[in-house]
């Protein structure tokens, strides 16, 4: 099996993240960029990464998709609560988190990470949908102990890798973590310095996206 893409990429290293709480063995393949080539379309049908590559060579894409896929095809240490509800529960945050919060804010990388000139529209705009986002993820989550309740799920696999990016991105961008209020969240460390460091892409959180881990 092996993980087509680059560790850089937030989606990427939610199926990382994955794979490494499931312990399943796997190689990378970080020569994956997107592009649009004939012979990468046939295993990517975007052209984007990650996507993942199963031994007999058939080729899955979406970082959701191929996590729930591993969740069912390999079902020690489980990702998904068995209770259907419950399982419900750890889709619609996974979907807060990257719709709501994680897209949103990206609109704002390329002046904020990159240099780009700043747009206020566009500013203005992501900060009230990441402020409505915001307001959902606080009445969503539970840290109890883990952000969707007692086990590590497919949440925190999403928030460990996402999250960091919302808050270094707003706190770059305005001045202020548009994460620091959310009970339970652990806040970045305020030398952005030290907040690239707990960026994605660095192994597995300690615990999972808990209220206190480090």
Do not use: W
Request: charged share 30%.
């Amino acid at each position: 099996m092996k993980l087509c893409g680059f560790r850089i990429s937030n989606y990427h290293d939610k199926v990382r993240l994955a794979l490494l709480e499931k312990g399943i063995e796997h190689e990378e393949d970080a020569t994956c960029t997107p592009r649009q080539t004939d012979e990468f379309l046939t295993r990517s049908p975007r052209g984007k990464s990650p996507f993942l590559e199963l031994d007999d060579g058939r080729c899955l894409t979406e970082s959701q998709a191929i996590c729930e896929y591993l969740d069912e095809a390999y079902p020690a240490q489980p990702l998904l609560p068995r209770d259907p509800l419950r399982r419900a529960r750890v889709r619609e945050l996974v979907a807060h988190m990257e719709l709501y919060l994680e897209l949103p804010a990206r609109r704002t990388y390329g002046f904020v990470f990159f240099g780009r000139p700043v747009d206020e529209a566009v500013k203005q705009a992501v900060e009230k949908d990441l402020a409505r986002g915001v307001r959902a993820l606080g009445a969503l989550t539970k840290f109890d102990p883990c952000i969707a309740g007692p086990e590590l799920t497919l949440a925190d696999c999403a928030a460990f890798v996402h999250l960091p990016l919302v808050s270094l991105a707003t706190r770059l961008g305005y001045g202020r973590d548009a994460l620091e209020d959310v009970p339970g969240l652990v806040p970045l460390p305020r030398d952005a310095r030290q907040a690239a460091g707990v960026c994605p892409g660095e192994g597995r959180p300690k615990g999972g996206a808990r209220g206190g881990a480090e």
